[in-house]
């Protein structure tokens, strides 16, 4: 059983930047795919960004990519989301998740990841 503890969310005025941490626990943290999902208020929740167990593979979603940046310290058990330019509809609740899959795999859909955090909250304001 793997635990996903995120933090880093907050307020931010539209232009700025915030990193997100997610904190694994509970298993081999290097045995898992990571992803970040994001939902806003009255939304599904979307994918956001990708990384495969090793961390040679990534996977953005086209509203973010060139702004926002996936990476893994797989010895810190821990997998960050740089997010740069940042938008008023960047607002959402951000998720981790954690996907037991071969190595050099990365996911975009909900239904592919295993566990999941609790959520951070991230508002951009204008």
């Known amino acids: 059983q793997v635990q996903l503890v995120e933090s880093g969310g907050g307020l931010v005025q539209a232009g700025g930047s915030l990193r997100l941490s997610c904190a694994a626990s509970?298993?081999?943290?290097?045995?898992?795919?990571m992803g970040w999902f994001r939902q806003a208020p009255g939304k599904e929740r979307e994918f956001v960004a990708a990384?495969?167990?090793?961390?040679?593979?990534?996977y953005y979603a086209e509203s973010v990519k060139g702004r926002f940046t996936i990476s893994r310290d797989n010895a810190k058990n821990t997998v960050y989301l740089q997010m740069n330019s940042l938008k008023p509809e960047d607002t959402a609740v951000y998720y981790c998740?954690?996907?037991?899959?071969?190595?050099?795999?990365?996911?975009?859909?909900?239904?592919?990841?295993?566990?999941w955090g609790q959520g951070t909250q991230v508002t951009v304001s204008s």
């Open positions: 990384i495969s167990r090793s961390g040679d593979s990534t």
């Open positions: 998740a954690a996907a037991a899959v071969a190595r050099y795999i990365v996911r975009s859909s909900i239904e592919g990841y295993d566990y």
């Open positions: 509970g298993g081999t943290f290097s045995g898992y795919a």
